[in-house]
């Protein structure tokens, strides 16, 4: 399995919004800042895209959505994941998928899956994180960091304290979500985190490129 990559764009599919352009934008990005690094067909391996719909959403969009994804991200070596929806992700043939306390169990999405899919779970305190590990997750969503505008009903903010708890805790890279903008990475990393995982950093910055690339950097892509 190939290393994972340090940022997680998730996409934006509420109502006016358009994941399509912003997605394109972020894998170019992606792709132009590491190939001097890389070979082509690696690229774009700092990013992860993740196919997020709004529950919404019907499978058919979902499965419309996250092939045309996989197209955009594959011959750049971007990885892309579908979040909840784990039969859309083996259907579009995606890397894997996201789940959390609401989706399947970490155990079943691995029998799902399979066992080199890339898996990710959320998580926000070590105790949940370390189950979820011991159950089949390969990397934790962990948050939310700061609050959010982007995603209702979520718990209080746990902060750099709650991310540094959860690295601590596990051997998987850890993946600090919510409200994460590229002026928190440094402290982040600091704290143990592997990378992040952004909606509106990206997908409401005005060049959605130039932000990935400056995240990207920030994380050392
Ligand atoms: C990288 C990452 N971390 C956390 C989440 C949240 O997943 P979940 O708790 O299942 O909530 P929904 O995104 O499904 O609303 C995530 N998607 N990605
Ligand atoms: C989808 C999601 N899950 C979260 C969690 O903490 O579980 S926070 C979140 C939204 C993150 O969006 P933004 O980068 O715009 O804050
Ligand atoms: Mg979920």
Redesign the pocket.
């Known amino acids: 399995m190939p290393s994972l990559g340090r940022l997680h764009l998730v996409t934006d599919t509420r109502p006016g919004r358009d994941p399509l352009t912003v997605v394109r934008a972020a894998v170019h990005a992606a792709a132009s800042v590491t190939r001097a690094a890389r070979p082509v067909a690696s690229a774009g391996a700092g990013l992860v895209v993740q196919v997020r719909v709004e529950d919404s959403a019907s499978d058919r969009e979902a499965y419309d959505l996250a092939g045309r994804i996989v197209d955009i991200c594959a011959p750049a070596g971007v990885t892309c994941l579908v979040?909840?929806r784990l039969h859309v992700a083996l259907a579009v043939g995606a890397a894997g998928g996201?789940?959390?306390?609401?989706?399947l169990p970490v155990a079943a999405a691995r029998r799902v899956l399979g066992p080199a899919a890339v898996l990710g779970a959320?998580a926000r305190e070590p105790v949940t994180a370390a189950a979820a590990v011991t159950a089949g997750a390969g990397y934790l969503g962990v948050g939310p960091y700061r609050s959010t505008t982007t995603k209702d009903g979520l718990p209080d903010p746990i902060g750099l304290a709650g991310v540094r708890a959860v690295a601590g805790a596990v051997a998987v890279p850890v993946i600090a979500i919510g409200g994460v903008t590229v002026a928190d990475v440094p402290e982040l990393r600091a704290a143990g985190a592997y990378g992040v995982a952004v909606v509106g950093a990206v997908s409401g910055a005005a060049d959605p490129a130039r932000a990935t690339a400056e995240l990207l950097a920030a994380l050392g892509c």
């Open positions: 979040n909840d996201h789940v959390g306390a609401l989706d959320t």
